[in-house]
Structures are given as C-alpha cells and as structure tokens.
T-cell receptor, first 115, second 112 residues
Framework: DAGVTQTPRHEVAEKGQTIILKCEPVSGHNDLFWYRQTKIQGLELLSY????????DGGAFKDRFKAEMLNSSFSTLKIQPTEPKDSAVYLC?????????????FGSGTRLLVI | GDSVIQMQGQVTLSENDFLFINCTYS??????LFWYVQYSGEGPQLLLQVTTANNKGSSRGFEATYDKGTTSFHLQKTSVQEIDSAVYYCAMRNYNQGKLIFGQGTKLSIKP
C-alpha cells in the first residue's frame, strides 16, 4: 500500500521567499493534517481537512501559512513569506476518519531551513 | 480543554533495562489512546492503540494499559534494545473526532 508521500524531503529558502510543500495522502483517507515539528514545541497542528473541507486552521499560523486541498489526493502548504523561525520539519498525515480504530499515517516530512 | 501530558522529555537507558514512559490525559469524553514511535529521519508511526478502557495494547514487546481511573496510558517494555532508540508520542482522540491530540514526546536513547 502506498503511504503518505511528501515532497520535497528537504528545502532551503532565503528569508522572504515563498515555498510550497506538497502532500499526497493515502488513497481513500478522508482526513488530512499538516503539522510542524520542532524539538521545543513538538507537534503543532497547522491545518486539518475533512473530505477537502478545512476543519481547523491553527490560529497562530494563519497569517503566513496557507494549506489547500485541491482534490482528495493532493494538498499543499504554502509559507509566504518565510522567516528563519519557520525552520522545522513539516509533517503531513492522513486518516480514514472518525472510526474508533482510525489512526494517522504520517509522511516522512519535509525538512525546511530558512536562512 | 483536552490534553495529553508526557512529563519526561528524555529517557536514557542501557540495553536490557526496563522502560517506563509516563502519559496522562485529560478529557471529558471517551477517547481512543495511542502510542506513536518516530525513528530518526522518518515520520511517526503507530506503535499501539487501545479503544476500550481497562484494556491493554501491545506491539513489538511494548505494552500500555488504558487506565480510566488514573487517566493514564503509560508505555512499558521489559527489556529495551538499541533499535528502540526513538521519540515516543502518546496521543488521544475523542469519540467521533478526527483530530489526534499529542503529548510533547519522549526521546528514548539506549546506550549499547
């Protein structure tokens, strides 16, 4: 089974640039999540989609972060403009939905460095 | 609000030591509880989950019991190996909710 695919695996951006991260969820999954991961903060939820509809948009990230789900098999996370504090690993995950045994499948992440 | 607490940010053990990672949760609902493991360079992956209170989940020698009385879901392993070095996340999801709530994570380092 194909898992969650994230591209690119690594990204280096200069301060002020616009970057777009991509995610392909597991086929048939209804829910898609974007997380930012840092050593200090751990996993922080950026966006949550259900059947392509935005369910939750992390309050602290609204101004420069925008996630979209163009179709059920593709999502993007745009950061505009980037700042050095955005350096982190960005994880995408998908899930079948709300059944009691539904768990997340994570991608391998995109490691972003902003200089 | 709902929360998951992992007090231990880092645990360092030797091979064959006993592992105990503390996890407590807070919610008014009826959650499913999870442990995820994240190896270096990878995304987190499901280690085990338990849907029903008082049940135990187990996988690859790891165990966790859903204790509704103490609202805890501690992770244990009798004898750790170097390959268990990873970050472990406790998480919960309430009934009919899609979103998982994660703890801060515990980094486990095993000395050979």
């Amino acid at each position: 089974d194909a898992g969650v695919t994230q591209t690119p695996r690594h990204e280096v951006a200069e301060k002020g640039q616009t970057i777009i991260l991509k995610c392909e969820p597991v086929s048939g999954h209804n829910d898609l999540f974007w997380y930012r991961q840092t050593k200090i903060q751990g996993l922080e939820l950026l966006s949550y989609f259900r059947s392509k509809s935005l369910m939750e948009d992390g309050g602290a990230f609204k101004d420069r972060f925008k996630a979209e789900m163009l179709n059920s098999s593709f999502s993007t996370l745009k950061i505009q403009p980037t700042e050095p504090k955005d350096s982190a690993v960005y994880l995408c995950a998908s899930s079948p939905g709300t059944a009691a045994n539904s768990d997340y499948t994570f991608g391998s992440g995109t490691r972003l460095l902003v200089i | 609000g709902d929360s998951v607490i992992q007090m231990q940010g880092q645990v360092t053990l030797s091979e064959n030591d006993f592992l105990f990672i503390n996890c407590t949760y807070s919610t008014t609902g009826y959650p499913t509880l999870f442990w995820y493991v994240q190896y270096s360079g990878e995304g987190p992956q499901l280690l085990l989950q338990v849907t029903t209170a008082n049940n135990k989940g187990s996988s690859r020698g790891f165990e966790a019991t859903y204790d509704k009385g103490t609202t805890s879901f501690h992770l244990q392993k009798t004898s750790v190996q170097e390959i268990d070095s990873a970050v472990y996340y406790c998480a919960m999801r309430n009934y009919n909710q899609g979103k998982l709530i994660f703890g801060q994570g515990t980094k486990l380092s095993i000395k050979p």
